[in-house]
């Protein structure tokens, strides 16, 4: 379990706080996040030099303690735009590439007070070809795709915040493979701006942390929005919908197992909790999401395809000849499906406050496996629900796995709050681990 509301944060407040001058910070900060980086592989730059700087700047701004993240390491994944680091996407193409200005949330998290060691691996421009990451709990398996450095330089206590994007189930899928909170908010909720889209209509900023409290406190930062981390998660029990979507049967049988004991235990805490069949409108919403992701990245990466296609990984390639191949009857009934899904919305929530899935369709696969499957984050990713993954177990393999929650539309503070409930009545891993 983890720690109580935002202590994991206070403790890295306080000890940046007690840090006797910004060589004794930023010394602090670098060598914090290179603990166990030859193994992991969590970082695709990471400069002690650039820290230093960081730090330098923080500590001559008056009042920097105050800052909402004064001194606390946040990593950030490589398709972010920074002005001080090399930004690659994850491709060969922009090895070199050194950005003008930060992109938007960049800018946000250093206005606040954080300090970013360098960039996370991130898959090529977020889709499919893996990095060198690995995940902390076994270094032969996936840390998950696409923000797989962050995920795994928060698990592995290398920093205490991170933020990644998700496009399908990047956040989602890697918060639940290596055992941390990952939250993807409403769309639109942080800026994109500066961040090299994969599909506009999809894409969204996420967040990681150990605890709800301290990825509400990022998220919050990044959105402008502190009422986001201030809701204490300990009023009334929240009503849950176990909601069986068509990929539900795609989940390994212990997972399925797992999380229907674990919405008996949580009901037995006092939430209210039903379990059901998505509607038919609700049916194909992932084949529906695959299907714009081609049609999208065939035109936000239409400069890569056209001035160096041989240079993209053969999966890339094909995503974006598939979209490039898509009739605009196919896109146009694709778009209606996910608008006639969104005006039925609350029939898929039919009464619950939130939603409960699985996070992933199993535990980790071995690094040479690839990625994993993100079938069970698409249909909410395509609405544009908010999401949050929180660590619940481990599986057959002893990996992690966790429990994917999602509210409506624009409802964050929704689900944060019932999130932080569910954090604190999970049963004992122990009585569950290993299913």
């Known amino acids: ?39 992991i592989g969590a970082w695709q730059v990471l400069d002690g030099a650039a820290t230093l700087a960081q730090a330098e700047t923080l500590v001559a701004r008056r009042k920097w303690r105050d800052l909402a993240l004064a001194g606390v390491p946040v990593g950030i994944k490589d398709i972010f735009d920074t002005a001080d680091f090399v930004t690659s996407y994850g491709s060969e193409i922009y090895a070199a590439h050194r950005p003008a200005a930060d992109a938007a949330a960049v800018a946000t998290l250093r206005r606040a007070g954080a300090i970013l060691p360098g960039k996370t691996v991130t898959t090529e421009f977020a889709y499919w070809k893996a990095g060198k990451t690995r995940n902390p709990h076994d270094l032969g398996h996936s840390p998950g795709g696409s923000s797989a450095g962050s995920a795994a330089a928060v698990a592995a206590g290398m920093v205490p ?48 942390a150990r605890s709800v409290a301290d990825v509400a406190v990022l998220a919050a930062v990044l959105a402008g929005r502190p009422d986001w981390a201030v809701s204490a998660g300990q009023g009334r029990a929240p009503s849950l919908r176990l909601v069986a979507v068509p990929e539900w049967d795609l989940a390994a049988p212990w997972m399925r ?105 199993d535990e980790a696969p071995t690094y040479g496996d690839g990625t994993g499957s993100p079938e069970l984050s698409r249909a909410w990713t395509l609405l544009g629900l908010p999401s949050i993954s929180l660590p619940a177990g481990r599986g057959p393999k002893g990996l992690p796995f966790g429990i994917q929650l999602a509210a409506p539309p624009g409802e964050d503070i929704r689900l944060l709050d019932a999130a932080r409930w569910i954090e604190t009545h999970l049963p004992d891993p122990a009585q569950h681990d290993r299913a």
């Open 161 to 208: 915040l991170a933020i990644g994007s998700q496009t399908a189930a990047s956040t989602i899928r890697p918060a639940s493979y290596c055992g941390i909170v990952g939250f993807k908010p409403s769309l639109h909720r942080i800026s994109l701006a500066g961040v090299k889209g994969l599909a506009g209509s999809m894409d969204t900023v996420g967040c990681f």
């Open 1 to 39: 379990m983890s720690k109580p509301i935002s202590e994991g944060l206070s403790d890295w407040r306080r000890t940046a706080a007690a840090a006797s001058d910004a060589g004794a910070l930023g010394g602090m900060i670098d060598a914090v996040a290179r603990h166990g980086e030859d193994r």
């Open 257 to 361: 197992d797992s999380i229907r004991r674990i919405a008996g235990h949580l009901g037995e805490c006092g939430a209210q909790v039903q379990t059901g069949r998505a509607a038919s409108r609700f049916a194909d919403l992932a084949g529906v999401q695959s299907r714009l992701m081609a049609a999208e990245a065939a035109r936000d990466l239409a400069a890569e395809a056209s001035r160096c296609r041989h240079r993209l990984s053969a999966p890339l390639r094909a995503l974006i000849e598939l979209g490039e191949a898509m009739p605009a009857a196919q896109q146009d009934a694709d778009c209606a499906q996910r608008a006639e899904a969104l005006a039925h919305i609350a029939r898929l929530f039919d009464g619950a406050d939130i939603l409960m899935a699985p996070s992933a369709l």
